[in-house]
T-cell receptor, first 114, second 114 residues
């Protein structure tokens, strides 16, 4: 099925560094979501974006909904060891009278060197 | 409360067994989803229920049979599975409508078919 282009696929960073990852699509989405998944657990919603150009923060996390509605980025400032995990972007197009169907990126695996 | 509860957390079954996965949410969401996820890959949509009716089946083999007994519960009945069906099975729920339809995931059931 359709997937989003998420980059980078993996990154190793020093504790305290800032992290940036992004997703791009060839088609428009109404909603962009960012999830974090720890091993053996389900994805946890970090940030939801609903309007083109919207910039939203959640603690050390900041995400933006691209103005063209075809891209989004997630920044993590001052990374800490517990930021380790896989981060997924997801685009959503609501289906009339139904829940929205999510299209996921391939994930960015974040490893932090303590 | 943004909790989606899945049981069991782990399941090992033989190829001739019949088992069921269960999912429960009390957020008043009227859309519920089953996803399948392989290691370090994004979740893949299997089924969507909206208002307790099956609205999307992503061409899933009939050995997987979903059921939505009421607005809070979602089951996935398993029969005659193959070893390649071993994966993390995720349940999610969301509101239905044009906005704020972000999906919340459960912690998953780790299924091993032997």
């Amino acid at each position: 099925g359709q997937q989003l282009n998420q980059s980078p696929q993996s990154m190793f960073i020093q504790e305290g560094e800032d992290v940036s990852m992004n997703c791009t699509s060839s088609s428009i989405f109404n909603t962009w979501l960012w999830y974090k998944q720890d091993p053996g657990e389900g994805p946890v919603l970090l940030i939801a974006l609903y309007k083109a150009g919207e910039l939203t923060s959640n603690g050390r996390l900041t995400a933006q909904f691209g103005i063209t509605r075809k891209d989004s980025f997630l920044n993590i400032s001052a990374s800490i060891p517990s930021d380790v995990g896989i981060y997924f972007c997801a685009g959503q197009r609501p289906v009339y009278n139904q829940g929205g169907k999510l299209i996921f990126g391939q994930g960015t695996e974040l490893s932090v060197k303590p | 409360d943004t909790e989606v509860t899945q049981t069991p957390k782990h399941l090992v079954m033989g190829m001739t067994n019949k088992k069921s996965l269960k999912c429960e949410q009390h957020m008043g969401h009227r859309a519920m989803y089953w996803y399948k996820q392989k290691a370090k890959k994004p979740p893949e949509l299997m089924f969507v229920y909206s208002y307790e009716k099956l609205s999307i089946n992503e061409s899933v083999p009939s050995r997987f049979s979903p059921e939505c007994p009421n607005s809070s519960l979602l089951n996935l009945h398993l029969h005659a599975l193959q070893p390649e069906d071993s994966a993390l099975y995720l349940c999610a729920s969301s509101q239905v409508g044009r906005g704020n339809t972000e999906a919340f995931f459960g912690q998953g059931t780790r299924l091993t078919v032997v």
